[in-house]
């Protein structure tokens, strides 16, 4: 299988420790044979690392040209034989989370997906979210211009999801609030697809309990582990 994990942020790189991340902590003791299949953890546009223009290539494009870069990984994997088409499983946190949610409505061509502190409805982000001022960067406010963020919100695409979505949360997340999660589990139960939401008490947007990261550790390992093999 391919494991597509997208950074937990924009302005993190890859290697920043995220939710995906801790997977390869778990690699060496034998959870799974599936853990030693391949990964690509790829800086898409928007990431920092690359120079401030590459940081605002996808300004009011959230969905798009980012979108445009997850696939081309896929395909270019794919392409060199490394990547088995029919096994291909898509996560991520908070920004990754979003583009995981993103990407299932867009293509059927992951057969499994993690959501963890994503953003489904950008518009209700933006109104119960503590930081504010990082949506109105990329998209201005909704009340003066909502097209951006509805355009960008996986919300409104819900109804082509056939994708299997375990979706994992912090319920006192001020940063992407559990409303978000809410909202996507509402309407993925409502067109019929398999998933699952789980609410981790007292953790915000990174998780600090051990038993709670150990949790969603074993979640995340047998969602892919169902639906992969």
Request: proline content about 5%.
């Amino acid at each position: 299988p391919l494991f597509f994990r997208v950074e937990d942020a924009l302005d993190n790189p890859v290697d920043d420790l995220g939710l995906i991340d801790s997977v390869g902590v778990l690699a060496g003791i034998g959870v799974d044979d599936m853990l030693q299949e391949d990964a690509l953890y790829p800086n898409i546009r928007g990431s920092i690392g690359y120079g401030q223009k590459f940081v605002e290539m996808n300004r009011a494009d959230w969905g798009g040209a980012d979108f445009k870069d997850v696939m081309a990984g896929v395909d270019d994997l794919i392409a060199r034989g490394i990547a088995n088409p029919d096994k291909l499983a898509i996560g991520g946190w908070s920004y990754g989370g979003y583009m995981a949610e993103w990407a299932i409505t867009q293509t059927t061509r992951f057969k499994a997906a993690v959501s963890g502190a994503g953003m489904a409805n950008l518009i209700s982000e933006y109104g119960t979210e503590e930081q504010p001022s990082y949506d109105e960067w990329f998209w201005s406010v909704p009340y003066e211009k909502p097209e951006g963020f509805l355009n960008s919100s996986p919300f409104l695409h819900l109804k082509n999801v056939k994708t299997p979505t375990l979706i994992l949360q912090g319920e006192t997340d001020p940063i992407d609030p559990p409303g978000q999660s809410q909202e996507l589990y509402r309407g993925l139960k409502r067109y019929g697809v398999e998933t699952e939401l789980v609410l981790y008490a007292r953790e915000k947007h990174a998780f600090v309990e051990e038993k709670h990261l150990l949790d969603r550790l074993q979640r995340i390992l047998a969602w892919y582990d169902k639906y992969l093999k």
